[in-house]
C-alpha cells in the first residue's frame, strides 16, 4: 500500500501531528509526507487557472497531483480551525483536483476517479467544541467520495483540550484508544 500522510499542521508541538504520527506508526507501512505549511501551494487565483488549463504536466504545479494520484491510502491532519480546517489544506486540495488528471468526468458530467486512493483517514484536534463535523471531515468526506469515489474513512479527533479544567492528555488517550482499536497495540 502506498501511503501519502498530507500534514497540514501549522505549529511545531501540533497535538494533531502527534495524534497522526501515532496513527502512522500503528499502521506500520512506510509513508511518504507533505507538509502543506511548507510548500509552495499557491491559492487558486487566475494565473493558477491558466496553468492548470494549460496542462502541462512537466509544471511543478502539477507534482502535487501525481504524488496524491499515486496514493492507496491519504491520512490528513488539520487542527480544527473556525469550524473547519486550515487554508493551506484547502489550497493542496485544490492543487490535486485536476481533471484529467486526477480525476475525470463521464458523459452524464458526474466526476469519477483517475487515481489510486483507495481509504481516506482523517485526524484532528480542537481546543474547545467540535461544534459540527460537518465543515472539517464532513468535507472531506464528500470531496473524496464525490470525485474519487472513495467509500472507506476513519475519523478521529480530539476535541475540548483547552478548555479550562479539561484533562487533555486523557482526551488525547481516549482518541489513541480508538486508534489502537482498530490497528492494535
Known sequence: MNV?????CLRKQS???????????KMDQPYE????????????????????????????????????????IIVIASPYYDLSFSAKLKDYLETINIVDLTFAY???????SLSNVKKVIYVTTA???IISHEYGYGYIETFFKAFYGVQDFEYYYAEGLDIIGA???GILERTKAQIDERYGY
Open 15 to 25: 497535538r494533531t501531528k502527534k495524534l497522526a504520527k501515532y496513527l502512522l506508526e
Open 33 to 72: 509526507e507533505i507538509c502543506v505549511q511548507n510548500e509552495e501551494i499557491a491559492s487558486l487565483d487566475e494565473k493558477t487557472l491558466i496553468e492548470r488549463d494549460r496542462k502541462d504536466l512537466g509544471n511543478k504545479y502539477f507534482s502535487y497531483a501525481k504524488q496524491f494520484k499515486e496514493a492507496d
Open 167 to 169: 484533562d487533555a492528555d
Open 4 to 8: 501519502l500522510f498530507v500534514n497540514a
Open 127 to 129: 481546543g474547545g467544541p
Open 106 to 112: 463521464n458523459e452524464q458530467g458526474m466526476p469519477y
